[in-house]
């Protein structure tokens, strides 16, 4: 299958290099112009669990420079970069092209129903992790799987059979949006505290009131979830949570929150914890702890963002 993963980053190129081990023909899409350089020079480097590092060469470009036609489009990119890549890339897109977004956070499926027909979309969830160490190289740590469906009339069996030649462990869900529900608690959790902690999954884990903090969040959104006919299981979130915190897991991996902010990036939080905030306010009931959790990462970012500036003023001189 010809795929093309447009946002290229940490998870987008360890999801490429499974595809491409399976015998798929991977490209990859990215605005990084430092990473793509790098993989295009010197090829790919993913670190793995036991130590060791291989390297890969897998095309990667611009959206601007990539051409030709796709049967599957994954969509990797930041949920607020979505609705630009999509502009950025609507030239590769053919009435046959499938689109699977697997991006964090909720307003997905909205952003890409203003772009193409609903019969293209097929909408996921993934718990695979990756760690960007710097550009052209990777870090990955545990395994993972992707639960995904068909939004609209589309046949979705061939894109599984594809992601799970390269045992990417797909399974095909009946009721993704409360699957992405379930994921965007999970992160809401994990992403911002451990920004906040300063920690890793298996760091956060060993705080002692870590899990009271995840249940406020938690029942917040359960909250909202059931004004919006969404069921939260709140007993199958911590249990993930409590599983990714392993280290033979995802536990020594650092979340994407946690890697955007210390790149001086502004990050998801108003479509994980922010977006559940909002949803309150429309239902005129108040969210306090993931309001105070949105606010305080904005303000690291903040934070992050002036040391960043004040390095590269230091560095300049």
């Known amino acids: ?7 290229f980053g940490a998870l987008g190129a360890r999801v490429g290099v499974m595809l491409q081990q399976a015998g798929h023909e ?107 160490v710097k550009p052209g190289e990777i870090r990955t740590t545990g ?3 992707i639960k995904l469906q068909s939004i609209g009339n589309v046949d979705a069996t061939a894109v599984v059979d594809a ?22 608690g999970i992160n809401s959790v994990l992403n911002p505290l451990t920004v906040l902690l300063d920690a890793n999954i298996a760091e956060f884990g060993t705080a002692g009131n870590g899990m009271d903090l995840s249940l406020n969040i938690l029942e917040e959104i359960k909250k909202i979830g059931d004004l919006e006919g969404i069921n939260v299981n709140i007993n199958e979130i911590m249990k993930d949570i409590v599983s990714l915190v392993r280290p033979e897991n995802a536990g020594n991996h650092y979340p994407s929150m ?49 040391k960043l500036a004040k390095k590269q003023e230091t560095f300049e001189i």
Not at 69 to 75: E, G, H, S
Not at 165 to 172: D, I
Request: net charge negative; aromatic share 6%.
């Open 1 to 7: 299958m010809k795929i093309a993963i447009a946002g």
């Open 26 to 132: 991977v490209t990859g899409i990215d605005g990084w112009a430092a990473h793509i350089a790098a993989i295009t020079n010197d090829g790919l480097t993913v670190r793995q669990d036991d130590g060791t590092s291989k390297k890969f060469f897998i095309p990667v470009m611009t959206a601007k420079e990539i051409d030709g036609q796709f049967d599957l489009i994954i969509l990797l990119t930041k949920t607020p970069q979505l609705d630009t890549m999509l502009i950025d890339i609507k030239h590769i897109i053919t009435k046959n092209t499938k689109l699977l977004v697997l991006s964090n956070g909720l307003g997905n499926i909205e952003v890409m129903e203003r772009h193409v027909n609903r019969n293209q979309i097929l909408a996921g969830v993934t718990l695979w992790t990756s760690e960007l």
């Open 258 to 306: 946690y890697q955007d902010i210390k790149a001086g990036k502004r990050t998801e939080i108003d479509f994980l914890n922010g977006y559940f905030s909002k949803l309150g306010s429309e239902h005129g009931i108040e969210l306090p702890f993931n309001s105070l959790v949105t606010r305080l990462i904005h303000a690291k970012e903040d934070i992050e963002r002036t």
């Open 163 to 184: 992601l799970n030649q390269a045992e990417l462990n797909v399974t095909l869900s009946q009721n993704v949006i409360e699957a992405i529900w379930h994921k965007a």
């Open 143 to 145: 395994s993972g799987s």
